[in-house]
């Protein structure tokens, strides 16, 4: 384990979830064969499922880190307490297939278990995928929501992970 953090229990995340990720946001990183790629997500949340502490995660079809996820059994999830913007805002926008982009961001990519973070994190969330499933035009009871969100029909994949384990500094 990295010596810049120490492992506590999902019980011990003391921060707020809709600051963690609606207002600061964090980075979903997975990796395939020997690639990593990140991505910044705004739209999510934390919770108990199934009698376990979970994550869920939305991906659009054309994120390359989508790839990633598919392929990994695990994620992670960064968080920064609202620091590094400008480069959550440069993840957020450029693709990993476009450009290294996470060699440019000045972030640095380490390993807890195989599964890829940042070592400039504050928290991380280590997730083992357990559900995934594709948003659907009929499930849309608020179809304002739909026509709003999805004029393209590019619905989000749903994720559910198990929360493994987490790291704070
Ligand atoms: C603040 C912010 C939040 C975002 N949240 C999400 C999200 O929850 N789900 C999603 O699919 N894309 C989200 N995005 C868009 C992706 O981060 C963006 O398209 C990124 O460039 C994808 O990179 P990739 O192609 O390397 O995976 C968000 C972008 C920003 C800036």
Redesign the pocket.
């Known amino acids: 384990m990295n010596k810049n953090f120490i492992e506590i229990t999902p019980n011990d995340i003391e921060k707020n979830t809709f600051t963690m990720i609606g207002n600061e946001?964090m980075l979903i990183t997975a990796k395939k064969d020997d690639k990593i790629?990140t991505?910044?997500?705004?739209?999510?949340g934390l919770g108990v499922m199934w009698n376990k502490n979970v994550a869920y995660i939305?991906?659009?079809p054309q994120?390359?880190?989508k790839e990633f996820v598919d392929f990994a059994d695990c994620f992670s999830l960064s968080f920064f307490n609202g620091e590094i913007k400008d480069k959550?805002?440069y993840l957020?926008?450029?693709?990993?297939?476009d450009e290294d982009?996470i060699t440019k961001s000045g972030l640095t990519a380490i390993f807890e278990d195989n599964i890829p973070y940042f070592e400039e994190a504050k928290l991380v969330l280590f997730c083992k995928k357990l559900f995934i499933s594709e948003f659907k035009e009929d499930n849309f009871i608020d179809k304002e929501i739909m026509n709003k969100n999805y004029p393209n029909k590019d619905f989000?994949t749903l994720y559910i992970g198990e929360i493994k384990k987490v790291l704070k500094k």
Request: zero cysteines; glycine letters at 12%; aromatic letters at 12%.
């Open positions: 946001y790629n991505m910044t997500a705004a739209w999510g939305v991906v659009r994120r390359y880190t959550l805002a957020g926008t450029v693709s990993g297939r982009k989000h």
